[in-house]
């Protein structure tokens, strides 16, 4: 749980701190994405870990501060999206596995259709990790578009003994990006951590034409606990004048599962001096760590192929009583 009240997120006043992007792309790739933590005291070293991915597999970077991070290590090709947890001393990293380097830019040729699943890797110490096993397997139709399977972005939440394993999935093209992002939203709960998923029957969440910052697909959720409620931080994507755009959403709820709009937590343009955030602001993860709580997330700079790289940067409340 966030030791942090519903109002208390609302309120929150978020800066961009100079030191920003935290981390760009390196060795030929184009992107650096959907980051992952784990705070000093949520882990067995007393340091911060952040695991991510380039275009070529997941990677590991630990750090002293959260800021400053050290290449500790890629953990796996063909893997993407990653969410590390620590739970009873064990770590469980889930991800999106996806198929090889070639068949990906087959697809991207639009020659292939793309497919992937949820997977996991544990750990006694992140650094080494064991074969990999799939928890969540293609089973429903929604998940599927044109020749394409996709189940992506899972991010793991647990209460009352059931592990709730949230995930994106189907694609919908972006026409100026040239590649796809996940339509729909759903879960999948088992009482075992590694095994025995069940998929919710339905998306819960949809594109929405009537909402401005939804109305071409879904992107992916990440979902708290407060004090008081449930908040989950959603990248929609969405047109907008002849544009594609992604901004960070926040969402609350009374029952962890249906959730109400709040505000726009972080959105193209609205800091100064932040090209590499022009355009798309994407995958986020929300740590707390003493009085401070920080977003941290991913954005891109322009549409274009060649152009655009993605960066990850952070925000910061240091305000938290």
Request: hydrophobic share 35%; with cysteine.
């Amino acid at each position: 749980m966030l030791d942090i009240s519903l109002n208390e997120l609302k309120n929150a006043e978020f800066v961009l701190p100079e030191k920003n992007p935290i981390l760009k792309p390196f060795d030929r790739s184009f992107v650096v994405a959907d980051p992952s933590l784990l705070t000093p005291d949520n882990c067995h070293d007393g340091k911060w870990h952040m695991f991510f991915h380039t275009t070529f597999g997941v990677y590991h970077f630990d750090s002293p501060d959260g800021i400053s991070f050290r290449n500790a290590g890629k953990v796996c090709s063909r893997a993407m999206r990653p969410n590390i947890n620590y739970i009873d001393g064990k770590y469980y990293l889930f991800y999106e596995k996806t198929r090889s380097l070639f068949a990906n830019a087959l697809n991207v040729a639009g020659l292939a259709g793309w497919y992937s699943e949820i997977y996991c890797r544990e750990s006694d110490d992140l650094y080494n990790f064991g074969a990999e096993y799939p928890v969540i397997r293609h089973t429903k139709d929604f998940e599927a578009s044109k020749k394409c399977v996709a189940l992506s972005n899972p991010f793991l939440f647990y209460e009352g003994g059931v592990y709730r394993l949230w995930y994106s999935c189907a694609q919908t093209y972006i026409k100026d990006c040239g590649f796809s992002e996940p339509t729909y939203i759903n879960y999948a709960e088992s009482t075992d951590i590694s095994s025995g998923y069940v998929t919710n029957a339905n998306p819960v969440i949809s594109p929405d034409a009537d909402n401005p910052y939804l109305n071409l697909c879904s992107g992916c959720i990440k979902v708290y606990k407060l004090k008081d409620a449930y908040a989950a931080l959603q990248n929609g994507i969405y047109e907008r004048d002849g544009h594609s755009h992604s901004a960070i959403m926040l969402l609350s709820s009374q029952d962890g599962v249906h959730f109400t709009h709040e505000k726009i937590l972080i959105e193209p343009g609205m800091y100064e001096n932040a090209g590499w955030m022009q355009q798309y602001v994407y995958a986020s993860h929300m740590v707390r760590y003493g009085n401070e709580l920080r977003i941290y997330f991913n954005a891109r700079n322009v549409s274009d192929m060649l152009r655009g790289r993605e960066c990850i940067g952070y925000v910061t409340d240091t305000n938290l009583r």
